[in-house]
């Protein structure tokens, strides 16, 4: 039986990130060459290639995209190798895709601390040059 290990980094990612999945095959600890390996996730996401084949070291390169969502998923990648006079192996890891923050409607503007320390200083002039013009406060000089 095929021995297959899959390693992903990094594993915190965010949608549309990018995580490069190593798969490492082995028989009896022997790295072999020209196995098939295909790979897929449980929650959807894209990889390139998804079907590949081993180097002479056992090691296959993917790199996988995150598919978008606005709640936490942890998507479990699933690697499986074949080759011809070996029963196929079978590994699995999980990745996790942080939400993405979908902005509120109008909420690019200024934070509400920013808006009331501009905004105090300019209500307070304009109150007292209003008593005055009003007379109610009066400026007199020596």
């Not at 490492?24 to 020209?34: E, K, L, Q, R």
């Amino acid at each position: 039986m095929l021995v297959t290990q899959v390693t992903v980094n990094p594993t915190t990612i965010n949608p549309e990130g990018i995580s490069q999945v190593t798969v490492h095959v082995t028989y009896n600890a022997t790295p072999i060459s020209d196995a098939t390996v295909t790979v897929s996730s449980d929650s959807g996401g894209n990889f390139s290639p998804e079907t590949a084949t081993t180097n002479s070291n056992g090691d296959v390169l993917f790199t996988f995209t995150a598919p978008q969502t606005t709640t936490q998923l942890n998507a479990t990648i699933t690697a499986t190798a074949a080759k011809a006079g070996y029963v196929d192996g079978e590994d699995q890891v999980k990745i996790t895709v942080n939400p993405q923050t979908i902005p509120e409607p109008g909420g690019a503007g200024l934070p509400l601390t920013t808006i009331l320390i501009i905004a105090i200083p300019i209500i307070a002039v304009v109150i007292v040059a209003l008593l005055v013009k009003l007379k109610i406060i009066t400026i007199a000089s020596e």
